[in-house]
T-cell receptor, first 114, second 116 residues
C-alpha cells in the first residue's frame, strides 16, 4: 500500500510569485485535505477536495486554490505569495470507507517566501 | 469555536519512564486522533478513537476517549529515545449542521524529549 506522497520537498519563492504543490493520495483514498503548518504551531485546515470539487474551506483567502484529478491526486496553488505564506504545507488523504475524519498525512512541502 | 487545549506543552523524561498527556475541549468531539510529528516531516497517525469511553492501544501507546467527549488522553509506557517528537491531538471541527468536511482542529502539541 502506497502512502501519501508530496512534491516538491522544498521550494523557495519570492514575494508576489505563484506556486503549485502536488499530492498523491494513499491508495484507496478518494478525499484530499490540505493544511498549512507554521513553525511551532499545529496544522491549520485550508480546504478539502472530494470528487474533484472543493468540499469545505478554512479561513484562507481566495488566492489559495486547489484541484483534484480523477485519480484523486491534488494540487494546491497559491497566488501572489506573501512572506507569511512561508510554512510546511501538508496534504492528508482519507476515504469514506474508514471515515473522512481519519486522515493520513504526507511528508509535506516546505515553502520559503523571500 | 472548537479549540483543543493540549497539556503539558513540553516534557523532559528519562528513558524507561511512562508519559501521560491530555487534550481538552469546550466542545464535544465525535472522533479523537493522536499524531506524532518529527521535525520537518508530516504527522503520523498513532491512534484513532471513535466512541466515548473507548480505550485503544498501539504497542506501548494507549489512548482513551473521555466519557464527556470533551477530552482524550495519550499514555506512552517505558519510553525510548525514538519517542522524541511532537505529539498532537486532533478532532474534526463541525459546522452548525454537524458536518465536518474533514476540517481537523489540532492542539498546540506536546514536545517530548527523552534522555537516554
Amino acid at each position: 500500500e502506497t502512502g501519501v506522497t508530496q512534491s516538491p520537498t522544498h521550494l523557495i519563492k519570492t514575494r508576489g510569485q505563484q506556486v503549485t504543490l502536488r499530492c498523491s493520495s494513499q491508495s484507496g483514498h478518494n478525499t484530499v485535505s490540505w493544511y498549512q503548518q507554521a513553525l511551532g504551531q499545529g496544522p491549520q485546515f485550508i480546504f478539502q477536495y472530494y470528487r474533484e470539487e472543493e468540499n469545505g474551506r478554512g479561513n484562507f483567502p481566495p488566492r489559495f486554490s486547489g484541484l483534484q484529478f480523477p485519480n484523486y491526486s491534488s494540487e494546491l496553488n497559491v497566488n501572489a505569495l506573501e512572506l507569511d505564506d512561508s510554512a510546511l504545507y501538508l496534504c492528508a488523504s482519507s476515504s469514506e470507507r474508514t471515515g473522512t475524519d481519519t486522515q493520513y498525512f504526507g511528508p509535506g512541502t516546505r515553502l520559503t517566501v523571500l | 469555536g472548537q479549540q483543543l487545549n493540549q497539556s503539558p506543552q513540553s516534557m523532559f523524561i528519562q528513558e524507561g519512564e511512562d508519559v501521560s498527556m491530555n487534550c481538552t475541549s469546550s466542545s464535544i468531539f465525535n472522533t479523537w486522533l493522536w499524531y506524532k510529528q518529527d521535525p520537518g516531516e508530516g504527522p503520523v497517525l498513532l491512534i484513532a478513537l471513535y466512541k466515548a469511553g473507548e480505550l485503544t492501544s498501539n504497542g506501548r501507546l494507549t489512548a482513551q476517549f473521555g466519557i464527556t467527549r470533551k477530552d482524550s488522553f495519550l499514555n506512552i509506557s517505558a519510553s525510548i529515545p525514538s519517542d522524541v517528537g511532537i505529539y498532537f491531538c486532533a478532532g474534526p471541527r463541525r459546522d452548525a449542521g454537524g458536518t465536518s468536511y474533514g476540517k481537523l482542529t489540532f492542539g498546540q502539541g506536546t514536545i517530548l524529549t527523552v534522555h537516554p
